[in-house]
């Protein structure tokens, strides 16, 4: 286990230190909600430290992503997707392409844009509502693209789509689970040609069976795997073929109808965070081992309804995961033992909160959805350094590159900068 433990923690590192300045998927470089680097602003406001800010059509809940000076976003405009890309340091167009017909939204978070965008030194990966999946050069070409819904059924949520596709070294990967015909699917980053279809049929209730949550990926022992939450289970697949390696059940030891799962894993230290249950669990699973491993490898599970975060992701790094629940509870607890470290409410507001936190240099972001960004320390006690408000509807995670920050809004991007 040890030699585990320090096989993740050097691979984190790694990804850290190659991935500088860019933030290549919607949770980051290394997948954990943590930003690298040092001298991010902690106070801003609409008349301060804010360097730039852009309107973009359509509504957008999707996350930016950046690779060098460029920033990519969707959306949809005039009944299209659009992928666009940005100036980082201006927030000046560099081009725009529409393609696809949009599927529009049904709740009032929801749109056709919402998964985010992934990117790496060579490809642009952008995924809709509508199914639309394609592969763009970084000067906005389209090299390949598919329609997942026409090529393998129809989507059966019953909400909007809000799975993000996620990259390993040589592939795409896009989730998609539901209320039948759930599957893991990879492709070809350069060519699009299928890679492998995993099934991904699994015992649970009703809506129980849908999730909008993002898979990811973490190479241990020099080998890629990727771990994947919903339909009252986690399940471990090898990133090659797709075979899964093992599976954790016992999330819904009710068989709760309607326990279906937005909330996405995150990974530290030898360890997988579950959030489950509409923010009523989390629980705690070591890595490792194969086939049903429930009974042996499930260290530790919380339960406290509404204490947890339903919609937000954790955040995790240094033997601590942080979670921001929807309506502002915010807490710290040992990734090891999910024992709580400390917690308390922010501000209370009639604003829930949908983006995930954020770490870095010592804080964490977290950003309403009234366009608030709360940022505290990491520290061993609870603490509220700033309260940044912004004029906008909030539903992307904020990123970080290069001292600045990316706060995306449903129609506008800030850029947000220490001047």
């Known amino acids: 286990m040890k030699a585990l433990l320090a096989t993740v923690t050097l691979s984190l590192l790694i990804a850290s230190t190659t991935l500088a300045g860019n933030w290549p998927g919607w949770r980051g470089p290394t997948s954990n909600g943590v930003a690298e680097g040092t001298g991010y602003p902690v106070s ?4 301060k430290n804010i360097l730039w800010e852009v309107d973009f059509p359509g509504v957008s809940g999707s996350t930016p992503v950046i690779w060098g000076n460029d920033l990519f976003l969707t959306t949809t405009t005039e009944g299209k997707n659009r992928a666009l890309c940005l100036d980082k340091n201006t927030g000046k167009e560099k081009w725009h392409i529409d393609f696809g017909t949009e599927r529009a939204g049904k709740h009032k978070k929801g749109s056709g844009s919402s998964p985010s965008p992934a990117t790496d030194d060579q490809y642009v990966f952008t995924y809709f509502k509508s199914g639309d999946l394609a592969c763009l050069n970084k000067a906005g070409k389209i090299l390949w693209q598919k329609n997942l819904q026409k090529e393998y059924g129809e989507d059966t949520l019953w909400w909007d789509l809000g799975t993000s596709p996620v990259l390993t070294d040589d592939l795409i990967v896009v989730a998609c689970m539901q209320s039948d015909n759930s599957y893991l699917v990879a492709f070809d980053k350069a060519t699009g040609k299928e890679a492998w279809k995993q099934d991904r049929n699994l015992d649970a209730p009703e809506e129980a069976n849908q999730s909008y949550s993002t898979p990811v990926v973490v190479k241990q022992n020099g080998k890629e795997n990727i771990y994947v939450l919903g339909a009252d289970h986690v399940t471990a697949h090898d990133a090659q073929s797709g075979k899964e390696l093992w599976r954790v059940g016992g999330l819904n030891p009710t068989q709760h109808k309607y326990f279906r799962s ?5 990974i530290s230290d030898g360890y997988l965070v579950a959030p489950y249950a509409r923010g009523g669990s989390v629980t705690g699973i070591k890595l490792g081992g194969s086939g049903d491993i429930t009974k042996s490898n499930v260290a530790w599970t919380n339960e406290a309804k509404g204490e947890f975060s339903d919609v ?7 033997g601590r995961f942080y979670i921001c629940a929807d309506k502002g509870d915010v807490a710290c607890f040992d990734v090891k033992t999910g024992k709580k470290i400390w917690g308390d409410r922010l501000p209370r507001s009639r604003h829930k909160f949908s983006a995930s936190p954020i770490l870095t240099d010592g804080h964490i972001y977290v950003t309403r959805e009234d366009g608030t960004t709360f940022v505290l ?3 061993d006690q609870f603490k ?3 309260e940044n408000p912004l004029e906008g509807f909030a539903l992307a995670t904020p990123i970080f590159s290069d001292g600045k920050i990316y706060l995306k809004m449903t129609d506008k991007l800030y850029c947000i900068g220490k001047k």
């Open 44 to 47: 801003w406001d609409s008349s």
């Open 312 to 318: 937000p992701t954790p955040a995790a790094i240094n």
């Open 384 to 386: 509220v350094v700033s």
């Open 377 to 379: 320390n990491r520290g």
């Open 262 to 266: 937005i909330s996405s894993p995150v």
